[in-house]
T-cell receptor, first 114, second 113 residues
């Protein structure tokens, strides 16, 4: 079945540092890939997405590129802020007919210190 | 109200109690979901509902009972829960069945004593 593996946290960075959170996946066909973010005390929010190979999703300074050859969708940001402190989830949605389920990774907690 | 709302935000219950969680979406979406979020585990999809279809995760115990009276409301009825059911329960909605772009509510933090 489909699965998502993302780097274990927590990750602690200083403000303005470069961020990478690794995500790799296993799926048949051509899944769609997503990054969701969960701020403290809130539900998940869609951060960015990519629906086909070589697509780059971007939002709020975050970027991720759909790499089919390495089955990866790593999240990056050039300069993190304290307000980016949250838990980040990589997810995929299968391309099979009738596919209805998002498969999530376990989440990576990011803490940004001033 | 906008987006997806959930009530209550916090719930403490004993193992013999019966309670219900409520979710309402104000987005005009056609599908709604219940997820369970436990520490150090991936989000677990419990149920998916639309007016035409319903999917239940077979691993979810029968002490959790969903109800979807219309496209805007989703309930999760709880009875005789166990302490291991303590978790954050998240509701989500999407425009279409099985949509990858899902909008989440803030969750209900459930503690079972």
């Amino acid at each position: 079945g489909d699965s998502v593996t993302q780097m274990e946290g927590p990750v602690t960075l200083s403000e303005e540092a470069f961020l990478t959170i690794n995500c790799t996946y296993t799926a048949t066909g051509y899944p769609s890939l997503f990054w969701y973010v969960q701020y403290p005390g809130e539900g998940l929010q869609l951060l960015l997405k990519a629906t086909k190979a070589d697509d780059k999703g971007s939002n709020k300074g975050f970027e991720a590129t759909y790499r089919k050859e390495t089955t990866s969708f790593h999240l990056e940001k050039g300069s993190v802020q304290v307000s980016d402190s949250a838990v980040y989830f990589c997810a995929l949605k299968g391309s099979g007919a009738g596919s209805y389920q998002l498969t999530f990774g376990k989440g990576t907690k990011l803490s940004v210190i001033p | 109200e906008t987006g997806v709302t959930q009530t209550p935000r916090h719930l403490v219950m004993g193992m013999t109690n019966k309670k219900s969680l409520k979710c309402e979406q104000h987005l005009g979406h056609n599908a709604m979901y219940w997820y369970k979020q436990s520490a150090k585990k991936p989000l677990e999809l419990m149920f998916v509902y639309s007016l035409e279809e319903r999917v239940e995760n077979n691993s979810v115990p029968s002490r959790f009972s969903p109800e979807c009276p219309n496209s805007s409301h989703l309930f999760l009825h709880l009875h005789t829960l166990q302490p291991e059911d303590s978790a954050l329960y998240l509701c989500a909605s999407s425009q279409e069945w099985g949509g990858g772009e899902q909008f989440f509510g803030p969750g209900t933090r459930l503690t079972v004593l």
